[in-house]
Each structure stands twice: as C-alpha cells, then as structure tokens.
C-alpha cells in the first residue's frame, strides 16, 4: 500500500462528470489515482475514449467486463450485475492491498467494496462511500422486499465507511443520524473544462430551443417533453426512451436526437440553446431530492432551466430567479412553454437573457472550488492518519 495511491470506483464512471471531476482534483493535490468502471459493452467506446484521456493524464483505467449489458432493462440484466459484484471483489483481493483509499460511487460499488473488506481482512485501504443517488428510491421495478433489503445493507455500508459523501444536504434524510458527523457535502457542480470542443449545431430562430441531455429514462419528463408544440426539442445521452426519442426526431423537423456527447460537447450544446430542460418526477424519492448535475452546468453556462414542482430545486430557481418551475403533467408544462413562448418571442428574449444572467451571477457561489477543497481535506485526513 502506498501513502498517497487511490482507487476511485463508478459503475458508470464517464456518463456523468462526478468521479472524473473527483479523479482530476485528487491528482491534482498529488495523489495516484486510478479509476474502476464496468464495461457494459453499449458503452465500450465512451471508456475507450476515456481511457485514453486519462491515461494520458497520468491516471489508469481499469474496466471490467461482464457481457453486453444494456442500460435501463431491469431484471433482464441482474445476472450481469451480480457478476459484475463478484468480479469488483476479486479485483480488490488482488489489487486491493496497493491502495490506500477505495472511493466507491452508489451502492453497486459500495457492497462489492465493503464485502471485500469484510472477506479479507488483509485489505486495509480505508473506504469513502460516495452516495450519489439512493438506489432503492429509484424509477424502476425492483420490488419492495428487494428496495428494503437495499436500504438496510446500504446503512450497514455508511456506518462502516470511514467517510460518506452526498451532493446535497437533502439527502441528509436518507442518512441514518448516527452517521451524519462522517458525512460530507460535496456538490455536483461543474468543474470546467480546461480545454473546449465545439459541437455546433443549427438552433431554430424562430422558437425556443429547449434541451435535455442526460439519462433517458421514464422519470425525467421527457415523454411530457415529447408532446409538446410549437418549440424545437434537443436531447442527448443514453437510456430506455433513446428509441422513442429516435423515432419522434425522424418523424418531426423540430426534434433532434444528438446520440452520446462527452461532456465537453454537451457544454457546446448547451450554450447554443434557450433553455435546460430537467423536470423530473416528483412521485419518486430520488426526485424529490433532486441535485443534479445540469443545474450546477446550467449556472455556470448563464442558461435559463424548467424545474418540476416539489423536487427541491424549485426552490433555488424561485429563490433566484433562474428559471421556470412547473408541475409534472403535460396541461402545465405546455402552459409554461406558451407563456415563455408569448413574452420570449415578442420581446427578443429579454426574459431568458435576465433569468440567465441570474444563473451567471450565482454560480461562483456554488463552483465546483470549495468542494474540491472538502474533497482533498478529506483524503488528507485519511492519508495523514497513518498506515
């Protein structure tokens, strides 16, 4: 084991930014760093190109793979992921002991960690249990029993952490309060790029161009999106609705489908458009407290975004002024857009180009700076603390 060697674990490591943010600030403050993501096959060229960036950051990348596993279909895929479980474990019996620090992302890196440590008592890395999102609130069929038996393992996991990370403090809730003085807040906001890469694309004058790009699953609005008239829709990313979202940007001249953007090419998209679009369902959990990654992009781009009511973020963007909030159902959300559309339009956007200002005034309070200092003092206090 080395001092200052670290393992930083995702099952999805490069579809959102937050462990390679988290990788880039710990080599950054001197640390090893190398990173363990499961190959599912649809992604292998996303890790490809990853892989390369950050090998040629000084960063390794391992990746493990257990058979095409396709995102979004449930029970289908559980076979995979168990062996995906079983193969993380063997990885860190035999590479575990090289380590000072495992950070695991989310449950399904978690368990495979804290059994591990459990199995082999050789394993003496200290572990940071980063909890993204609560996996048993999630949109999806996983039956109650199995949800239960989740949280439970999962409040197992957190008090045998040495540290737990959240995004935000709302989701303090899902945090058993003997565990909270371990728990540290470290946002989802962007840390941005050093270099860009411009994906340009050919916005429609004459109507709001509204974008959503991330996850494309049933929760995130995006049918009560697909509805809509009168707008020009973006979306990009992966998921279970990418084939409906195909099928609609084929048969309307108003709707695109950009496939995957790496976040660089997201970020170009992004500045290109009216509007952030990220009204996710307040009937599920995770939801309801919502910090997600658009937000933090969308302050730091000056881009005005649509919220769904009782999803905590409605909250800041009425509090500051950054946006619209709707509730979750099509009558409203078209009522919304024709509001924005009736002022927006006739005024030259006057009102998206205040709401934006707002967000670009704001982010600095909420850059990615500070929690990347959280971050770093948090491994500090670890490595400090001896073999």
């Keep these: 084991m080395t001092q200052k060697k670290v393992l930083l674990a995702q099952n999805s490591a490069f579809i959102a930014n937050r462990l390679p943010r988290a990788a880039r600030a710990l080599k950054e403050a001197g640390y090893e760093v190398e990173i363990l993501n499961w ?82 008592q050789k394993l003496k890395f200290e572990f940071v249990y980063d909890i993204a999102d609560f996996v048993e ?31 935000d403090e709302n989701r303090l809730i899902n945090i058993p309060a003997n565990c909270h003085e371990k728990t540290v807040i470290i946002n989802n906001s962007i840390d941005p790029p050093k270099e860009t890469r411009d994906y340009p694309v050919t916005v429609h004058k004459n109507m709001l161009n509204i974008f959503y790009y991330g996850a494309l699953s049933k929760d995130r609005g995006i049918e009560l999106l697909l509805k809509q008239k009168n707008v020009a829709l973006w979306f990009a990313g992966k ?91 099509e009558h409203n959300l078209q009522n919304v857009i024709a509001e924005i559309n009736h002022k927006e339009l006739a005024a030259g956007l006057e009102e998206l180009a205040t709401k934006g200002k707002h967000a670009k005034e704001i982010y600095t309070n909420f850059s990615w700076d500070a929690s990347k200092k959280r971050l770093v003092e948090i491994y500090n206090s670890i490595t400090m603390w001896g073999e």
């Design 39 to 120: 190959n599912r096959g649809v992604n292998a060229e996303i890790i490809e190109n990853a892989t390369a960036t950050f090998q040629a950051e000084g960063i390794k990348v391992h990746s493990i793979f257990c058979g095409h596993t396709p995102y979004g279909k449930g029970i289908i895929t559980t076979f995979n992921k168990l062996l995906f479980i079983i193969k993380v474990v063997f990885f860190l019996f035999k590479h575990g002991q090289q380590y000072k620090v495992v950070h695991a992302i989310d449950f399904d890196l978690g368990l495979p960690v804290y059994l591990a440590k459990h199995l082999n």
């Design 137 to 167: 609130t999630f949109h999806s069929p996983i039956p109650k029993s199995i949800r239960k038996m989740v949280k439970k393992l999962s409040e197992r996991i957190m008090e045998y952490a040495r540290f737990i990370i959240i995004p």
């Design 239 to 329: 998921g279970e609705l990418q084939d409906d979202i195909k099928a609609h940007a084929n048969k309307y001249d108003t709707i695109h489908y950009l496939g995957y953007l790496g976040f660089e090419e997201t970020l170009s998209v992004a500045s290109q458009m009216d509007i952030i679009y990220m009204v996710y369902d307040p009937n599920y959990q995770h939801n309801q407290i919502a910090s997600p990654n658009k937000l933090y992009e969308a302050l730091y781009l000056g881009k005005p975004c649509i919220v769904a009511e009782n999803t905590s973020v409605d909250t800041f963007v009425e509090k500051y002024d950054i946006g619209y909030v709707t509730k979750f159902d």
